[in-house]
T-cell receptor, first 118, second 114 residues
Framework: KAGVTQTPRYLIKTRGQQVTLSCSPISGHRSVSWYQQTPGQGLQFLFEYFSETQRNKGNFPGRFSGRQFSNSRSEMNVSTLELGDSALYLCASSTGRTGGYTPNTEAFFGQGTRLTVV | GDSVTQMEGPVTLSEEAFLTINCTYT??????LFWYVQYPGEGLQLLLKATKADDKGSNKGFEATYRKETTSFHLEKGSVQVSDSAVYFC?????????????FGKGTKLSVIP
C-alpha cells in the first residue's frame, strides 16, 4: 500500500510570492490534515479536510488556505509569503469518519515539503 | 485549549541505558494519546498509542501507560540503541475537537552514543 505522498519535497520562494503544496493520501483515506513544523513553534495544526469539506482550522492567518478534491487529494496554498513561513509542512491522512472522531484512528504522515522563503 | 508538555532535551544516552521521556497533557475531553518519532529528514511515524485510562501502548521495546489521574503518558525503553536516535513527540487527539487533529508537544531529541 502506497504511503502519503507530498510534492514537491523542497521549495524556495521569494517574499510576496504564493505557493501551492500537494498531498496524496493513502488510498481509501478520506481525512487529510496539514501541519506546520518550525524549530521555534514545533508542530502546529493548520486544517483538516474530510470529504472535500474543511472541518477544522488552526490559528493561522487567512493567507493559509487549502482544499480537498473528490479523490481525497489535498492542496494547501500560502499567499503573500513571509520569511516566517519557512517551515516543514507535513500532511497526514487517516481513515476518518463522519462525525469527526474515532479514538483508535491513526494518522499517517508524509515526508513533508520543506519551504524556504528568501 | 488542549496542550501537551514534554521534556525538551536534548537527551544524550549511552547505548543500553534506560530511557524516560516525560509527557503530561491537558484536554477538555477524554483524549487518545500517542508517541510519534521523527528520524532526520523524514516525516512522523507512529510509535505507540493508548485510547483509555490504564492502557499500555508498546512497540519496538518502547512503552507508555495512559495515566488519567496524573494526566501523563511517559515514554520508556529499558535499553536504547544507536538506531533509536531521533526526535520523539508526544501528542493527543481530543474528541471534543469535532475533527481529527493532533496536538503535539515540542519534541525531545534523543541521541544515543555507542
Amino acid at each position: 500500500k502506497a504511503g502519503v505522498t507530498q510534492t514537491p519535497r523542497y521549495l524556495i520562494k521569494t517574499r510576496g510570492q504564493q505557493v501551492t503544496l500537494s498531498c496524496s493520501p493513502i488510498s481509501g483515506h478520506r481525512s487529510v490534515s496539514w501541519y506546520q513544523q518550525t524549530p521555534g513553534q514545533g508542530l502546529q495544526f493548520l486544517f483538516e479536510y474530510f470529504s472535500e469539506t474543511q472541518r477544522n482550522k488552526g490559528n493561522f492567518p487567512g493567507r493559509f488556505s487549502g482544499r480537498q478534491f473528490s479523490n481525497s487529494r489535498s492542496e494547501m496554498n500560502v499567499s503573500t509569503l513571509e520569511l516566517g513561513d519557512s517551515a516543514l509542512y507535513l500532511c497526514a491522512s487517516s481513515t476518518g469518519r463522519t462525525g469527526g472522531y474515532t479514538p483508535n484512528t491513526e494518522a499517517f504522515f508524509g515526508q513533508g515539503t520543506r519551504l524556504t522563503v528568501v | 485549549g488542549d496542550s501537551v508538555t514534554q521534556m525538551e532535551g536534548p537527551v544524550t544516552l549511552s547505548e543500553e541505558a534506560f530511557l524516560t521521556i516525560n509527557c503530561t497533557y491537558t484536554a477538555t475531553g477524554y483524549p487518545s494519546l500517542f508517541w510519534y518519532v521523527q528520524y532526520p529528514g523524514e516525516g512522523l511515524q507512529l510509535l505507540l498509542k493508548a485510547t483509555k485510562a490504564d492502557d499500555k501502548g508498546s512497540n519496538k521495546g518502547f512503552e507508555a501507560t495512559y495515566r488519567k489521574e496524573t494526566t501523563s503518558f511517559h515514554l520508556e525503553k529499558g535499553s536504547v540503541q544507536v538506531s533509536d536516535s531521533a526526535v520523539y513527540f508526544c501528542a493527543l487527539s481530543d474528541p471534543g475537537a469535532g475533527s481529527y487533529q493532533l496536538t503535539f508537544g515540542k519534541g525531545t531529541k534523543l541521541s544515543v552514543i555507542p
